[in-house]
């Protein structure tokens, strides 16, 4: 049966807009793989590519700049991915940029990222390598996800046990929980170690303050930081020093005296007939010695006094000096 005109032009029709439609299908799929437009090779390398595919697309800073044209293994752990970058951009893209994997949204297929470089190095050239960023695999998140789980569990396991013992009393935290006595003692402890800090904050304050009053020459401190006392007492020293000498001497002399009596020799040797008058004298004399006893004491004891062992201690070195 022969074909009408009008089924003719249907058929002519249909084939026009089909071949419209086909036309336009790779047109747009040509676009989108930049197959129609100026484009060069751009290059990286990665140790693991995580399912990319050909044909994949290549971003830069979230925009579609290009496709991935072919994917080459170099070695057992270098993989080489070649992509076809839009010319026009090569000029934003720096030397220093970085191409990571990442996947178009949760299910999505895998893209290449090129991440924008920091420094101000030239843009890059076709044929170039750029740096990749390895994104971190699934299988390795299961791994640190399961030793994670395993820590935990044992870290799980542990605070039960030491629950369960702090319940039964056990150990020292497991005393003060569930021993009442070794809880009042321990607070008992901690009020008297208050009552202790505040009496050493109180006894410091006090010893501050008489720190502080030092300086006041009301004190015997304070006065003895008086210049004008000082040499007064070093004066007063001297002094004592130098009758102690001279009564030293006094005490020598009587002593020679009194044998030259007790020998018969010179005139005093008469006054000796009187009883009276011999045992004045031994009793005077017994009174000069008592009191040269004393007083060598009282400078033997001025001497280890704090306030003055320095002076004397300084008096000492002189003599020392003088006599070599």
Do not use: C, W
């Not at 001497?303 to 320095?310: A, E, P």
């Amino acid at each position: 049966m022969e074909k009408t005109t009008s089924q003719k032009i249907r058929l002519g029709l249909f084939v026009i807009i089909g071949l419209i439609l086909f036309v336009l299908a790779i047109y747009f799929i040509g676009d989108k793989q930049k197959m129609f437009g100026k484009t060069n090779h751009l290059e990286t390398i990665f140790t693991n590519v995580n399912g990319l595919q050909l044909g994949n697309n290549v971003r830069f800073s979230g925009v579609n700049v290009g496709t991935v044209r072919g994917i080459e293994m170099v070695n057992d752990s270098n993989i080489k991915v070649d992509m076809i970058i839009d010319k026009t951009i090569f000029r934003h893209i720096k030397k220093d940029a970085i191409a990571t994997i990442g996947s178009d949204g949760l299910v999505g297929s895998m893209v290449i990222n090129i991440l924008p470089g920091k420094g101000k190095l030239p843009p890059v050239v076709p044929g170039d390598v750029i740096e990749s960023l390895n994104r971190i695999r699934t299988d390795d998140l299961l791994n640190t996800f399961s030793k994670t789980n395993k820590n935990a569990a044992l870290l799980t396991e542990n605070l039960l046990e030491i629950t369960t013992e702090i319940n039964k009393g056990k150990g020292t935290v497991g005393l003060l929980i569930n021993d009442i006595e070794v809880a009042n003692d321990l607070k008992e402890t901690i009020h008297y170690l208050k009552i202790s800090g505040k009496q050493t904050s109180e006894s410091i304050t006090n010893l501050n303050k008489i720190i502080n009053s030092l300086n006041n020459k009301d004190n015997v401190i304070g006065v003895l930081k008086d210049t004008a006392v000082a040499n007064n007492i070093k004066t007063i020293i001297n002094n004592l020093d130098q009758s102690s000498s001279e009564i030293n001497k006094v005490v020598d002399n009587l002593n020679k005296t009194i044998l030259n009596i007790k020998d018969g020799k010179g005139a005093i040797n008469y006054l000796s007939n009187d009883p009276r008058l011999v045992k004045k004298i031994d009793s005077t004399m017994t009174n000069i010695n008592e009191a040269s006893v004393r007083l060598n004491e009282n400078l033997e004891a001025l001497k280890h006094n704090f306030l003055f062992r320095g002076y004397f201690r300084k008096q000492e070195r002189k003599k020392l000096k003088e006599d070599k």
